[in-house]
Each structure stands twice: as structure tokens, then as C-alpha cells.
């Protein structure tokens, strides 16, 4: 308990010591007060965006923005990663596209985004849905394809129906891989 309060004493120092090298060098003229102000200023904006409510509204905007952007690519993200899992042709099919956009990061996306979508709300969805989609469906995927085999092969030769056989068998099998054992 000690040590912890000593590294947080130590970590409070260090932002107090940064916090003082910024106001000095403000008061001595080093800094330009439009890009980089005093953090008396940014403290005192931040107390007003706080009582006007208007840090709170924007805040919740971002919020909400990011679950759309997440929710659209969990969604899409799991289905298409189940159909891709279990279906060859569709891996066949997809694996090209997929790989040619997968490692473009989302901000190189923000020039056809703009072009796209203006610079609207669904652009910026469009984007959060882009950093969250291909880690989703990579990780499902992966774990269809960690499933158990045997389990796999079981349900299909008994015919089991398609969305029996995913929300029984391939699911399930997935959450086994991705969940940690806490027992």
C-alpha cells in the first residue's frame, strides 16, 4: 500500500513539475499563447465549458457517435466473419478485398470519407465503424476456425439447421476461445 501511494505521490510530482516548467515558460514569453496557453487559461475554459454544459453535450455527441460507428461494426463484422468462418467460397470471395483494406489505417480514409459522406455525422460513424469492423471480423474468424472440430463436424453430419448449428455450436465454440478460464 505504501509503494503504491509513493508511485502515485510520484506521478502527481511529475504532473506538478510539468505544470510548472508550462507556466513559467508562458510567463517568460517562450510560448505562443494561440497554440500553446498558459494552464491557468486552459484550467479556467475547462471550468467554463463545464458550467455552460456544453463540454457535457459534446462529450455525450462523441459518445453516442462511436457506439453507432461500433454497434454497425460489430454487427457487420460478426455476421460476415461467420459466413467467412464457415463458408469457403465466401472466404474465397472476400479474402482479396479484405486484405487489400484491412491495413489502411481510418485516417487515410478521411479525404474519400469527406468526398463520400461531406462532413457530416455519417462520415465520422463511417470511420469509427472502419477502426472497429476488421478487428472484429478477424477475430471471429480466427476463433470459427480454433472451434473444435470435432463439435463442427458432428453437427453437420446431423443435419443440424443452419442457424441452430451457429447460434449452438459455432458461437459458442467461439466464446470458448476468446473468454479467459477463470475456473
Excluded: C
Amino acid at each position: 500500500m505504501v509503494k503504491k501511494l509513493g508511485y502515485a505521490a510520484e506521478y502527481i510530482l511529475l504532473l506538478v513539475i510539468i505544470l510548472a516548467v508550462w507556466e513559467v515558460m508562458y510567463l517568460n514569453g517562450n510560448l505562443n499563447p494561440i497554440i500553446l496557453p498558459a494552464p491557468v487559461k486552459v484550467w479556467n475554459t475547462f471550468i467554463g465549458l463545464l458550467i455552460s454544459k456544453t463540454l457535457i453535450k459534446n462529450l455525450w455527441i462523441s459518445i453516442l457517435r462511436v457506439l453507432k460507428g461500433y454497434v454497425i461494426a460489430s454487427v457487420l463484422g460478426v455476421g460476415l466473419g461467420i459466413l467467412i468462418g464457415l463458408f469457403k467460397h465466401v472466404r474465397i470471395l472476400t479474402e482479396l478485398i479484405i486484405q487489400i483494406i484491412k491495413p489502411i489505417p481510418p485516417i487515410a480514409w478521411i479525404p474519400l470519407v469527406i468526398l463520400w459522406f461531406g462532413i457530416g455525422e455519417s462520415g465520422k460513424v463511417f470511420l469509427i465503424f472502419l477502426g472497429g469492423f476488421f478487428t472484429v471480423l478477424t477475430n471471429v474468424v480466427d476463433g470459427i476456425r480454433q472451434a473444435d472440430a470435432k463439435l463442427l463436424e458432428v453437427s453437420q453430419s446431423v443435419e443440424t439447421p443452419f442457424l441452430k448449428h451457429v447460434f449452438s455450436v459455432v458461437i459458442p465454440g467461439r466464446l470458448r476461445i476468446s473468454l479467459p478460464d477463470f475456473g
